[in-house]
């Protein structure tokens, strides 16, 4: 800092002058930087120190400090957008030569990754549970708010986040390393924040497509940077399985993730604080089952053979997918399993009965004169949730799984995987939830990255998906009543490759970039973004890394 010396500076005069100044100086603390936010002036005292024997008494003192006033901070500009944020004055916060990283003593066990990680980033040292010093960032468990929720403070040079939880904390970091990637620094005051939805996802359809672990891995990371929180993985389907099988190696395509490979991308997943939820699709899309497995396809009356159908009147079906189901169970730790059920062929022909007169049967020898297909495919469908239930992990379906007026319904504890209403008998949103069922977004209106762009399907932009999209838009463009906000867990953006070859896995990365940006945000906050769609952009642009 500046300090102003009135009076002549020549001879005796100028020496008590420039003693004077380092009197100031070090009764100042030796800083040159400046004062914390409503220190005001210098203290009084150490502008009129008295000078020195030998210089003259007759020059002036110097005068007091000038304050230096800061205006009140703005939020930080990071992505999603923080919820939260007290203004304050003062100098704010960047990494500086002295910058360390450390942790509550009670709290390295638990913090310790997180510390190390934006340590990293920062191109700071991590020193443990040391005590902070000035210019450090201090991570710490602690508080009551929600799950995922944190707290951000800036205050007297240093930087303070905690949360009741890790990845409340370590979402913090996030935000502290997009500041400053997006402006140099943290400002001054208070970030307090926390997702509008717990479940906030992208799911990669590796089935149709080999995506490699390096590519799944990167995914990752631009998912944790954007406060999302689960992978799902779509393995299984028509046209490849595409993870190591000990159970039944004859159905996994020889391009493949290894075990090794899924648990590696399964443990960085855990590290950034995301579950993967892994998808087996059945009784529909089993097609790389079939193809070793040619025994379990579906046959119509008339010898059709619809592709990837199994005859679920058939026990090998069932016995086949189970086994699948129980290896996996382990290697996926999550506490989710995505089951599937969309798009049985059977289902959606004209007249079922008279097309599959051997489901038919099978139906009412289960369920009497009114059983019908329908009630064999929900049946299957609960059959499949009773063998990955006991390991504890919540179970999802494709809406067009599920249907009513049958003799029977599917289990309760099941969670509807909304994407469409465009299948045969479509139910509306709003009947699932007026029903009590808890209901994840994937509406393919907005959240359909589909390769090729068949049947229609445009690339989505991210424009539509951060001006028109909430979580309440589980259908079409249309909101459902804001009165079932709280039955709706999220949403998950979605890459399908139905056409394989029109994209390299570079280009998709390349491509849902920004609608993924988008979709985080509105995952995180679903109001009314404050910047426009051209501002947001810009700043992605910037925070991304």
């Given at each position: ?50 000078a ?11 005068s ?60 700071v ?27 951000l ?12 939880d ?10 502290l ?24 996802g992208l ?21 944790a940077?954007l ?32 075990k ?35 025994d ?21 079906s ?14 996926f ?42 009630d ?13 239930r ?22 309760r ?7 469409t ?18 209901v ?57 490759c ?24 509105k ?6 973004p ?16």
């Open positions: 800092m500046r300090y102003s010396i009135r009076g002549p500076r020549r001879g005796p005069a100028l020496l008590a002058a420039a003693v004077a100044l380092v009197t100031v100086a070090a009764c100042s603390g030796g800083s040159s930087g400046a004062p914390p936010a409503g220190t005001g002036s210098a203290p009084s005292s150490a502008a009129s120190a008295p020195p024997s030998g210089a003259s008494t007759g020059a002036p003192p110097p007091p400090t000038p304050s230096r006033t800061y205006p009140l901070s703005v939020a930080p500009q990071v992505v999603p957008a923080v919820r939260a944020h007290q203004a304050a004055r003062g100098p704010g916060w960047k990494p500086g030569p002295g910058t360390g990283v450390v942790v509550a003593a009670k709290d390295e066990a638990a913090l310790g990754d997180e510390a190390e990680l934006i340590a990293g980033e920062l191109r040292p991590y020193r443990g549970t040391a005590a902070a010093r000035p210019g450090d960032v201090t991570l710490a468990l602690g508080g009551q708010g929600a799950a995922e929720s944190y707290t403070t800036v205050r007297d040079g240093g930087v303070r986040i905690t949360g009741p890790q990845a409340g904390v370590f979402y913090g970091t996030r935000t390393l997009q500041s400053v990637r997006s402006t140099g620094s943290m400002p001054e005051g208070t970030v307090t924040d926390a997702p509008a939805k717990p479940q906030r799911m990669v359809d590796i089935a149709r497509k080999y995506f490699t672990a390096d590519w799944i891995e990167g995914r990752l990371r631009e998912m940077d406060k999302l929180n689960q992978l799902g993985l779509h393995f299984s389907d028509d046209q490849g399985f595409r993870i190591a099988s000990d159970s039944h190696p004859e159905v996994v395509s020889e391009r493949h993730l290894s090794a490979e899924v648990r590696r991308i399964v443990a960085l997943a855990q590290r950034l604080h995301i579950t993967v939820v892994p998808e087996i699709d059945s009784p529909g899309h089993l097609g790389a089952v079939i193809a070793a497995h040619p379990l396809q579906l046959v119509s009356a008339t010898g059709r053979r619809p592709a990837g159908t199994v005859d679920i009147s058939e026990p090998a069932a016995k086949i997918v189970d086994e699948l189901l129980r290896e996996y169970a382990d290697l730790p999550g506490a989710y399993w995505h089951l599937g059920g969309d798009e049985y062929v059977a289902l959606m022909a004209k007249n079922p009965e008279a097309s599959y007169p051997q489901l038919a049967r099978a139906a009412t020898a289960k369920y009497g004169p009114s059983g019908r297909i329908q064999l495919a929900t049946d299957w469908l609960n059959a499949r949730a009773a063998v990955v006991p390991t504890g992990k919540a179970l999802r379906a494709w809406n067009d799984g599920f249907f009513r007026g049958g003799v029977t319904s599917a289990d504890d099941l969670q509807v995987a909304y994407w209403g465009k299948e045969i008998g479509a139910r509306t949103p709003t009947s699932y939830l007026s029903a009590g069922r808890k994840i977004n994937y509406n393919d209106q907005y959240l359909y990255y589909v390769l090729g762009k068949p049947q229609l399907f445009p690339y989505p932009t991210g424009r539509l998906i951060y001006e028109q999209w909430t979580p309440l838009v589980l259908r079409g463009t249309t909101p459902v009543p804001a009165r079932y906000d709280a039955q709706i867990l999220g949403g998950s953006f979605a890459v399908w139905d056409l394989a070859n029109s994209q390299t896995q570079y280009q998709v990365a390349d491509g849902i970039r920004m609608p993924l940006t988008a979709t985080a945000q995952l995180w906050d679903a109001r009314k404050a910047l426009s769609w051209a501002e947001f952009r810009a700043l992605a642009q910037r925070v991304r890394g």
